[in-house]
């Protein structure tokens, strides 16, 4: 099958249609296709989520399976072992990173337990103050509840933050200007709304400098409030 190139109206009617609670990925597809007469995989509209940086909300799991971990989740020592009966019971191919995310960051269920295999070290034994990498992007421990999404914070957002003295607004998230993970300078962080994050990345537009990437999000910024006062 053909790739699909996404136009800026198609982007837009995934950032704000896009719902884990309502759609699985492969029914998000199929009313994409309906909406755009277009031909998207499952896959494709997966992969265009990840790119879009809003994959990381969805969870497609049941009532009956929530149920079912939060019965069970502290009956077992690690995660692995969990997915097996997971798996088994419902007919399905989680992961153990997977329920692992799913039961910390959604349920809230805390575990003081070794999250995988013996031995491996996860993000739950880290200080607060200590640093984790993932994905090349830098994390920051700021307390300890056992959540990860709320024990954690992104360190470019945390210096942001603390460079401007204000809180990052909701559906915003700050961005490197030249592409480098590492570069925490104040004048390299920028934040952005995730719908300017998405047609900057639907075009390429984010290149390793400063200078062109700031122009092209100033112009992005320039069309949507041009758009609001007509």
């Not at 920051?140 to 603390?162: A, E, H, P, R, V």
């Not at 999000?217 to 609001?228: F, P, Q, R, S």
Request: proline fraction near 1%.
């Amino acid at each position: 099958m053909k790739h699909h190139k996404y136009s800026t109206e198609e982007v837009n009617w995934i950032i704000n249609n896009y719902d884990n609670n309502k759609y699985t990925y492969e029914e998000f597809a199929k009313v994409f296709n309906k909406e755009f007469n277009a031909e998207v995989t499952k896959e494709g509209i997966k992969n265009k989520c990840r790119l879009l940086n809003i994959i990381e909300t969805h969870y497609p799991y049941t009532v009956e399976q929530d149920n079912w971990l939060i019965e069970n989740n502290s009956n077992y020592k690690n995660y692995d072992i969990l997915a097996e009966d997971f798996n088994k019971k419902f007919n399905t191919n989680k992961s153990p990173r997977g329920i692992q995310s799913h039961c910390v960051r959604f349920l809230e269920l805390k575990s003081n337990r070794q999250g995988y295999k013996k031995n491996h070290n996860t993000w739950n034994k880290l200080k607060v103050g200590e640093e984790s990498i993932s994905n090349g992007y830098t994390y920051i421990k700021i307390q300890d509840t056992g959540i990860k999404n709320k024990d954690f914070i992104s360190k470019q957002t945390y210096l942001w933050q603390k460079y401007n003295n204000k809180i990052l607004p909701k559906g915003y998230i700050v961005i490197f200007l030249n592409q480098d993970k590492t570069d925490f300078s104040k004048d390299n962080l920028y934040a952005i709304s995730r719908q300017i994050n998405a047609i900057m990345c639907s075009n390429k537009w984010f290149t390793n400098s400063k200078e062109h990437t700031l122009t092209a999000i100033k112009w992005c910024e320039l069309y949507y409030a041009l758009n609001k006062t007509i």
